[in-house]
């Protein structure tokens, strides 16, 4: 298999430079140059895999032999997890697939466990080092960090927005003493964040001298590695003989995205219901076809703060086509204008199974304070945005919706306590986190004084 960019303008590459590289050379981001399909037996065939095999073989047709001893990797990735993806009935068709019984207890370790040491993997092959560069409104941050501490061919270093991550979010960031870890908390908001890491990574010079590549989700190996838990919980329900569909909480529009590559690759899911905070571009777009960047609100789901979803592009590239050189030029009028807006008529095939809805701070409350007093169950409020946007929807009483538990409530125990009088305690793992030490750099969202110190750190 091998990899385009959504700009058109970089030349196609194999999986493992697809990898390392994060960004494409023309700021495009990269994706398969064909969505591969499984048909009903191969998916039949899926269901009671041990979780590392599923993710094996739904990677299969991505990799098409690229990583040695992929299904060694994956089982290594996924042994430091409590539980694997289980679901859980909510009542009324509901379903809770729960992502977070990883290290740092959010779905972002499913992707990044597996990432780290498929980086490491590759660059031993290659005898070399690598910096990795991350941006992150939270749960990015931890995940990358926790799967690139003391590997020996990496440094890591990641920006987050000062001040705007939850205090067990930034902690379990910056308590991690490891030599090749370093953090910024930037005077800025995630997309600031974003950017920065967007243009170092644009920078030739800099990506040369330092080999820097990206660990959020503009690299694809974060989607590839997401789609197995969306067959997971189909299959869990009876896919493929039956429908599901999924109701995802979403900010850099990555997660959910991997769910429609699921679709596209033949998993039988209805319809993708998207849910967001006030940082609501994502339903905006679907619902109106524009997109148009604001200010970002800060909000009690500070992964979801975010104007500017990266993954929207790959999607932007199928709704044109696959045509690199369109995508270029819807993505060069909105960096120029700050908004673009796509033909109705290009939207159709999309809304036929994709809406959003969006939820504001007490709304989210509400639903958080709901499912506790229904099922005695505690969920983060991400994950409570995507199961009020199961709520909102008008939902077919034989296909089940799936929600996508994309935080351990632990995370965010202020907003949890707010909406239900109850504080949730942090699992044993981290039962000592607010006695570690913590360790980080305050720098101002500025370009030279960002570079200035990873080439210090990293160079
Ligand atoms: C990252 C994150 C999200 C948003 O996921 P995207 O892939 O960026 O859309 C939602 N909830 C939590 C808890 C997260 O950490």
Request: charged letters at 20%; hydrophobic letters at 35%; glycine letters at 4%.
């Given at each position: 298999m091998r990899y385009v960019s959504t700009r058109g303008a970089a030349p196609a590459l194999p999986f493992d430079d697809v990898m390392l590289s994060g960004?494409?050379?023309?700021g495009g981001l990269y994706v398969p140059e064909a969505w591969p399909e499984l048909d009903g037996a191969k998916i039949s065939s899926l269901?009671?895999?041990?979780y590392p095999d599923l993710v094996a073989a739904v990677s299969a047709p991505f990799l098409e032999g690229a990583v040695d001893d992929f299904s060694g990797i994956a089982a290594d990735a996924y042994a430091?997890?409590?539980?694997?993806a289980p679901l859980t009935d909510l009542g009324n068709g509901l379903w809770l697939l729960e992502l977070f019984w990883g290290p740092t207890l959010a779905f972002k370790d499913y992707a990044l466990q597996l990432l780290g040491r498929l980086f490491q993997a590759g660059l031993d092959a290659r005898r070399a080092r690598a910096l990795v560069l991350g941006a992150t409104s939270g749960d990015t941050g931890s995940a990358a960090i926790e799967a690139c501490r003391?590997?020996?061919?990496l440094d890591i270093v990641v920006l987050h927005p000062h001040g705007r991550v939850s205090d067990v979010q930034r902690r379990q960031m910056t308590?991690?003493?490891?030599?090749n870890v370093h953090n910024v908390a930037v005077r800025g908001t995630f997309d600031d964040c974003q950017r920065l890491v967007k243009l170092m990574l644009a920078d030739p010079d800099l990506r040369s001298d330092l080999a820097a590549t990206s660990?959020?989700?503009?690299?694809w190996v974060r989607i590839m590695a997401q789609v197995a838990y969306y067959f997971a919980g189909a299959l869990a329900l009876g896919a493929p003989d039956r429908e599901v569909s999924f109701a995802v909480p979403t900010g850099n529009f990555g997660n959910v995205f991997a769910a429609y590559v699921a679709r596209k690759m033949?998993?039988?899911?209805?319809r993708l219901v998207i849910g967001t905070n006030q940082n609501n571009v994502v339903a905006r777009f679907l619902e109106t076809g524009r997109f148009s960047i604001d200010t970002v609100v800060p909000t009690i789901t500070p992964a979801m703060?975010?104007?500017?979803?990266?993954n929207l592009e790959r999607l932007l590239f199928d709704i044109y086509g696959r045509d690199g050189e369109a995508v270029r030029r819807v993505m060069g009028e909105f960096a120029e204008h700050g908004r673009v807006g796509v033909e109705p008529s290009r939207l159709q095939e999309l809304r036929g199974f994709v809406s959003g809805a969006w939820f504001d701070e007490s709304a989210t409350g509400r639903t958080l304070a709901e499912v506790f007093a229904e099922t005695s169950m505690l969920v983060d409020p991400h994950t409570a945005i995507g199961i009020a946007a199961a709520l909102a929807t008008e939902r077919d009483p034989d296909v089940p919706v799936i929600c996508v538990g994309?935080?351990?409530?632990a995370k965010f125990p202020d907003a949890v306590e707010a909406a239900t009088g109850v504080r949730p305690p942090l699992p044993g793992r981290l039962a000592d986190l607010f006695e570690r030490p913590e360790a980080m750099t305050v720098l101002p969202p500025d370009r030279h004084a960002i570079e200035a110190f990873v080439r210090r750190v990293a160079g």
């Open positions: 960004l494409a050379p023309d269901r009671g895999l041990p430091s997890f409590e539980r694997l003391d590997r020996s061919a308590t991690v003493p490891s030599a660990v959020n989700s503009i690299n033949g998993l039988p899911i209805r703060d975010i104007q500017v979803p990266s994309t935080a351990h409530p």
